[in-house]
Nanobody
Framework: QVQLVESGGGLVQAGGSLRLSCAAS????????MGWYRQVPGKQREFVAA???????NYADSAKGRFTISRDNAKNTVSLQMDSLKPEDTAVYYC??????????WGQGTQVTVSS
């Protein structure tokens, strides 16, 4: 079993920055993909960014140029640096762990609120 614990959410003004972190504990396979999704009430959870254990990163169009995902394989952690935040980035952000075909584990979520 794997547990994902997020941290770093909060309230920030538009144009500001936040850094989210997620730590995985338990039996974590060395080859995996870790990433971030977000969800606002009444909408489906949407992809934000992901990074493979080999370091290959992918971003949603909304995140390109503003967000940077990184990971530390030795510590089983993934981070999301979010810059130039916009009010539309307001959401609950979820850490995810899986592989190319499925997401196997989710974190509990952390609230990010961007005020205008």
């Amino acid at each position: 079993q794997v547990q994902l614990v997020e941290s770093g959410g909060g309230l920030v003004q538009a144009g500001g920055s936040l850094r989210l972190s997620c730590a995985a504990s338990g039996t974590v396979f060395s080859i995996n993909i870790m990433g971030w999704y977000r969800q606002v009430p009444g909408k489906q959870r949407e992809f934000v960014a992901a990074i493979s254990s080999g370091g290959r990163a992918n971003y949603a169009d909304s995140a390109k140029g503003r967000f940077t995902i990184s990971r530390d394989n030795a510590k089983n952690t993934v981070s999301l640096q979010m810059d130039s935040l916009k009010p539309e980035d307001t959401a609950v952000y979820y850490c995810a762990l899986g592989n190319h075909s499925s997401i196997d584990y989710w974190g509990q979520g952390t609230q990010v609120t961007v005020s205008s």
